[in-house]
């Protein structure tokens, strides 16, 4: 071949590959495909190489069903025979015969169609029932272990009870506001809203309009998450715009608009929260409870999409969009005439979730002998990273603050991780070194059984002193390793619920479109966050189910309700590992944790609000064995009652003592505030009051039922858990100073 004929076809190569291209990406992606992919991939790389056949396969049937209906209220026992007669032990295989998109939208179609049947029915039944409140009839508060009702006219008798108990629970609640209202001498904020009976409307008309809008997108996603999570309750599938937000929570940074929406019940999207130096506060027109009823992405001027009664997810997507490029929004100015409107252009922009970020402050109390402690504070909301580019990074963010701590030179240390759901392993595992000597912080072990010792990075710790960990049942994975290195290492005492979550496994995203043949469309075929790996304490123990048990357990609404791995579906089981060959603890002495624990529990048998904790616990155990709710309003009138008479009980006994105690604070402590930002400007810790609204990061607008809460706010922003904290580190600090000073006087004599 001649080099002008090698040129030609090169030439013609090119064309047909650039045709070929521009086809591809008017093509839809073949969601057939991106099943038998992911098949493949968890076959091959999830931890529990579990059996690929029809029991399996049931799984993925009724992990599907459970997702569509989580209350069993819209299938009936006929939908669910046929569905497992067709599709129940074969699910398998048709994924990998690259057809599991018919079953997929088979089910969502039942299910669309029995929506639609039951908001028809919701509509006669609220038109035509007069609702006799007088009956002693009752539901069960939840459906999800409750049978499938046997058929269409099982399904209405049910709806009829649910649409009741809506209606009358709506009733209920205008008429408490209303009576709270008339107590405390304010209007009444719900006295223009619309009827109870119309406002149950219109939450299904919401539903409806939801399930309908769902695209073949959509339906594939549902299924697939289906199937991943067949696996375990942390493999997830992840479609093109769910792992566009993920990443964007991970990395604390989002561009947009930095406005927090919040869908209305008659369809429009409502402004809640407006960044402060965000692009829409910098623009300066749109304003706190205005509602936006369309969206034109590009600002065209022309095509405007109407976004009534669309999900949030997708308003959100349709606002956002690439840095520098313009949005307009169609708005419903808040106070206007029903039915004006206006539009707004804003340039979208970067907004970094700075509510998210770590932050720090330092409490300076003093004790009865008037001898003041330093105590600093960090809180973490999440484990975040930048997977793209590294920009942000938890870890980096608390060595800031860590190392400005100790140069303030505090006296002890609580590092708060109450509500941490996680997040990097990496940014963890740097963390924990910290506060402890080079050594191990996890042990990683794969499908194979293979183990890792990831130990942390720093020769020596940052921080030496004193240490509390705060945790509660929220607090997951990454929390987990963090709290449990630190007491496998003894190095600090772990303070709150009696466990944490119990996730101890380790995903990793893997990209379905690499795994696409080479002509199919692979830019959304989506992302599996896939489990590849179990983690272990350096001692050994995993913390699967069973999560970090506290050294000191301070009780809280979460022991009452079911919350924790325990109580998820297809969860692995707990195992431990021998301990890391070069763990080395520290003297558990060194923590005084009998002391302690005395000291706390005499404070803690003392405290009210922990006894009213306990009572709520209780309270809320007793209703989730009942399960019952009551369709009779005399009934239920008389329980408001009861916890009326309660409330104000506790509110007139709180409000004697939280003025004493606010009192006590105001002489005894100081609060200083230190964030990221100030530490960038070299700035030092600022008296702040943390009892005040911090509009630092947000301005959002407030309930109209907001100011009637007349429940006292917690003195100085203090609730019992992180009050009582404070105090058991300010107990460990004097005894380890004690001790320390012992140590030294015995050496000295000893010479």
Not at 71 to 89: A, H, I, N, P
Not at 450 to 455: F, G, H, S
Request: hydrophobic fraction near 35%; glycine fraction near 6%; charge should be neutral.
């Amino acid at each position: 071949m001649t080099y002008k004929r090698i040129r030609q076809a090169l030439a013609y190569t090119s064309l047909a590959l650039a045709t070929s291209c521009s086809v591809l990406a008017e093509q839809p992606t073949d969601f057939n495909e991106v099943g038998k992919q992911v098949s493949i991939l968890l076959q091959n790389t999830h931890f529990s190489r579990a059996k690929w056949n029809e029991e399996l396969s049931k799984k993925f049937l009724e992990t599907y069903l459970r997702d569509l209906d989580y209350g069993r209220m819209y299938f009936t026992q006929e939908d669910v025979d046929r569905f497992q007669k067709e599709y129940g032990t074969r699910l398998h295989e048709m994924l990998l015969q690259k057809n599991c998109i018919v079953p997929a939208n088979d089910i969502y179609k039942t299910f669309k169609e029995r929506v639609t049947e039951r908001a028809e029915f919701v509509k006669s039944v609220l038109k035509d029932d007069p609702f006799d409140f007088t009956k002693d009839e009752s539901l069960q508060r939840s459906r999800k272990d409750a049978a499938w009702a046997k058929n269409r006219a099982e399904a209405e008798q049910l709806w009829r009870a649910t649409i009741k108990e809506a209606v009358l629970s709506e009733t209920l609640r205008r008429e408490t506001v209303a009576r709270l209202a008339k107590e405390q001498g304010k209007p009444d904020p719900l006295v223009k809203e619309k009827s109870p009976k119309e406002k149950v409307a219109m939450r299904y008309d919401r539903l409806t309009h939801s399930v309908a809008e769902a695209d073949d997108e959509d339906v594939a996603n549902y299924f697939l998450t289906a199937v991943t999570k067949a696996f375990d309750p942390h493999t997830e599938y992840m479609g093109y715009r769910e792992i566009a937000r993920f990443k964007d929570s991970m990395k604390n940074q989002l561009v947009g608009i930095g406005a927090q929406l919040l869908a209305e019940e008659d369809g429009a999207t409502i402004i809640k929260g407006i960044v402060v130096g965000g692009p829409a506060d910098k623009q300066g027109q749109l304003k706190l409870n205005d509602r936006i009823v369309g969206v034109d992405s590009l600002n065209g001027g022309t095509e405007v999409t109407d976004i009534m009664f669309m999900k949030i997810d997708k308003v959100v997507d349709l606002i956002r969009g690439a840095e520098n490029t313009e949005v307009r929004l169609k708005i419903e100015p808040a106070g206007a005439t029903p039915g004006e409107t206006t539009f707004i252009v804003i340039k979208r922009g970067k907004v970094e979730m700075k509510d998210e970020q770590a932050s720090a402050q330092i409490i300076e109390k003093k004790d009865a002998q008037g001898k003041a402690q330093k105590i600093g504070w960090i809180t973490l909301p999440s484990f975040y990273m930048d997977f793209d580019n590294g920009e942000a990074s938890c870890a980096n963010d608390v060595q800031k603050l860590l190392n400005r701590l100790v140069v303030e030179k505090i006296d002890g240390l609580i590092i708060d991780l109450r509500g941490n759901g996680g997040g990097s392993l990496d940014e963890v595992r740097k963390m924990t070194g910290f506060f402890i000597k080079r050594g191990p912080v996890v042990q990683v072990k794969n499908e194979l059984g293979q183990v890792e010792v990831k130990d942390s990075e720093l020769k020596s710790p940052i921080y030496e002193g004193p240490l509390v960990v705060l945790i509660d049942k929220s607090s997951a994975s990454a929390s987990e390793i963090l709290a449990g290195a630190l007491q496998d290492h003894n190095r600090a005492v772990i303070v709150g619920d009696t466990s944490t979550f119990g996730k101890g496994t380790v995903q990793q995203l893997m990209d379905v479109g690499r795994m696409m043949p080479f002509f199919a469309r692979r830019d959304r075929a989506g992302t599996v966050k896939v489990t590849l790996q179990k983690f272990y304490r350096p001692s050994g123990d995993s913390t699967q189910l069973k999560g970090v048990v506290s050294d000191i357990v301070l009780s809280s609404i979460y022991d009452g309700l079911e919350v924790g791995e325990a109580y998820l579906e297809n969860k692995l089981e707990f195992d431990r590992i021998r301990q890391a060959g070069d763990f080395e603890p520290l003297d558990r002495a060194n923590l005084f944790l009998p002391r302690l624990k005395e000291l706390s529990e005499k404070r803690t048998l003392e405290s009210k609000d922990f006894a009213y904790t306990a009572e709520d616990i209780a309270e809320v155990k007793k209703r989730n064995v009942e399960n019952k709710v009551t369709l009779n309003k005399a009934s239920r009138d008389k329980e408001i009652a009861d916890a009326d008479v309660k409330r104000h009980e506790r509110n007139k006994e709180r409000i004697a003592r939280f003025a004493e105690v606010e009192k006590a604070d105001k002489a005894s402590t100081k609060f200083y505030k230190l964030s990221l930002a100030d530490i960038a400007d070299d700035k030092p810790p600022h008296l702040y009051d943390p009892a005040a609204e911090n509009t630092d990061y947000m301005r959002k607008a407030k309930d109209e039922t907001d100011d009637l809460d007349d429940t006292p706010k917690w003195p100085s922003g203090m609730d019992s858990v992180k009050r009582e904290g404070i105090l058991i580190l300010c107990d460990l600090a004097e005894m380890a100073a004690a001790a320390k000073t012992a140590g030294v006087l015995k050496k000295t004599a000893d010479r």
